[in-house]
């Protein structure tokens, strides 16, 4: 009778033993510094095979993963919530696609890719944190060599180096006001270029408004009325700070 009971102890001796051999020792936090080590495919779902971080579904809580967890495991891990619980803006709620070790997440109204791990945006980011002005054109398909980024409130197309915006850009570096009209759709070989706080339609050449243009450059003034909606024969312009509805030949109010 005492055979089976020994036997009985002696297996949950053995097994206890196993199992705090496979705990480890503690996991805690590690500081940027004291970081080392790096992810690779193979060791996702533990620790790195060189180091002291790790690669696994717990790291991100614990605040010991290696920098590039996302990077080598990031489809094996959950996806984080990094967003900043901001309302959706209607100009930029579409989802970019993300390099690895990115995700996408809402912050001041805008989807943008940010780190996976810190939810911070990546260095070359060219944002400037502005909120997203409601009354910006349509965000640009970037050519080569420019990526877009969001700057006083509108998106624009930048140089990734200086976050300058591309050398053919004609706007005049001033932020949009919030009394201008509707952004214009340009015709005749004319671009679209935010000067003087508005939208206008400019020369891509000498980046002057077209000859037709009866604005005078003046800068549109807080106190303005409600742009007005010009009937046939008229167009609006921007004169003395204001629109105002204008014959298009003398360019005189009418």
Avoid: Y
Avoid at 45 to 58: F, H, L, M, V, Y
Avoid at 183 to 201: D, H, S, Y
Avoid at 227 to 248: E, I, S, Y
Wanted: aromatic content about 2%.
């Amino acid at each position: 009778m005492r055979i089976p009971t020994i036997i009985a102890l002696l297996s949950l001796a053995f097994s206890c033993t196993v199992d705090d051999s496979a705990d480890g020792p503690e996991r805690h936090s590690i500081g940027k510094a004291d970081l080392v080590g790096s992810c690779t495919p193979d060791d996702c779902g533990s620790k790195a095979a060189e180091g002291n971080c790790w690669c696994d579904e717990t790291c991100r809580d614990v605040g010991d993963c290696c920098s590039d967890v996302f990077v080598a495991c990031g489809d094996q891990l959950p996806v984080p919530d990094c967003d900043d619980e901001s309302k959706p803006s209607m100009l930029c709620d579409i989802k970019p696609v993300c390099e690895a070790g990115q995700v996408a997440a809402r912050k001041n109204g805008c989807f943008q890719c940010v780190d996976a791990l810190t939810c911070e945006q990546p260095a070359a980011s060219c944002d400037d944190g502005s909120e997203p002005n409601m009354l910006c054109d349509v965000p640009p398909v970037c050519e080569d060599g420019t990526v877009k980024a969001r700057q006083k409130g509108c998106f624009v197309c930048v140089d990734p180096e200086t976050c300058e915006p591309a050398p053919t850009s004609c706007d005049d570096g001033s932020t949009l006001n919030q009394l201008c009209d509707v952004p214009p759709v340009c015709e005749g070989g004319t671009i679209k270029a935010l000067q003087n706080a508005c939208f206008v339609c400019v020369d891509p050449e000498t980046c002057e408004p077209p000859p037709a243009s009866c604005d005078d450059g003046s800068t549109l003034s807080q106190l303005c009325d409600v742009p007005p909606v010009c009937g046939a024969g008229t167009v609006k312009a921007l004169q003395n700070a204001c629109f105002v509805c204008v014959d298009p030949e003398t360019c005189e109010p009418v």
